[in-house]
């Protein structure tokens, strides 16, 4: 099983900064790598897949990058709506993982 | 637009049953792979179980260990997961999630989730 190691598990800032999430796999995921933003009682969002495609719908100011073993979210510039729990998730192999998440809260 | 709408969760005792229903609609449902990922109480997301578009192919996660079973009904849009054996770990909001894009050959990223179903195990 491929285990995806989130960091920071916190992250506090104030809106229009900029947040940069990580997350390290144990071994190479072939780029199939996705990240996804949970808010509290709404259903999870896809926001990148493959590393670095944005899904349809997502603004802009989220980019993905990275490779092989590490990958990168970034958040240009929060807005109020960007406070949330984001996962990264690999589906190089089975059974599909995620991460343990990353918390972005008001700063 | 897409939907999807679960059902099926409630309360049960340790070592029994359920069975959770996946509605579809707003989409070719025939085309397209179907999860279950669940998230137990202040935990994070896990992934549970995967079943192809033509229901041909699936996959469970490990810790599933031939308790689950997930199926499919083309003709209804209409997936299942039936859960037997249960135990107070399997506690979740379990969701269903539709792969991202259409006639994947294998499970793709969740392009699609619904609300969720709360399973609760406890005696």
């Known amino acids: 099983e491929i285990v995806l190691t989130q960091s920071p598990a916190t992250l506090s800032l104030s809106p229009g900064e900029r947040a940069t999430l990580s997350c390290r796999a144990s071994?190479?995921?072939?780029?199939?790598l996705a990240w996804y933003q949970h808010k509290p009682g709404q259903a999870p969002r896809l926001l990148i897949y493959d590393v670095s495609t944005r899904a349809t719908g997502i603004p802009a100011r989220f980019s993905g990058s990275g490779s092989g073993t590490d990958s990168t979210l970034t958040i240009s510039s929060l807005e109020p709506e960007d406070f949330a729990i984001y996962y990264c998730?690999?589906?190089?192999?089975?059974?599909?993982?995620f991460g343990g998440g990353s918390k972005v809260e008001i700063k | 637009q897409v939907q999807l709408v679960e059902s099926g969760g409630g309360v049960v005792r340790p070592g029994g049953s359920l069975r959770l229903s996946c509605k579809a609609s707003g989409f070719t449902f025939s085309d397209y792979g179907v999860h279950w990922v669940r998230q137990p109480p202040g935990k994070g997301l896990e992934w549970v179980a995967f079943?192809?578009?033509?229901?041909?192919?699936?996959y469970y996660g490990d810790f599933v260990q031939g308790r689950f079973i997930i199926s499919r009904d083309n003709s209804q849009n209409t997936a299942h997961l039936q859960m037997n054996s249960l135990r107070p770990e399997d506690t979740a909001l379990y969701y269903c999630?539709?792969?991202?894009?259409?006639?994947?050959?294998?499970?793709?990223?969740?392009?699609?989730w619904g609300q969720g179903t709360l399973v609760t195990v406890s005696s």
């Open positions: 999630a539709k792969d991202q894009r259409a006639g994947h050959e294998n499970a793709d990223y969740f392009g699609y």
């Open positions: 998730q690999q589906r190089g192999s089975w059974p599909l993982t």
């Open positions: 079943i192809r578009y033509d229901g041909i192919i699936n």
């Open positions: 071994q190479s995921v072939r780029n199939y």
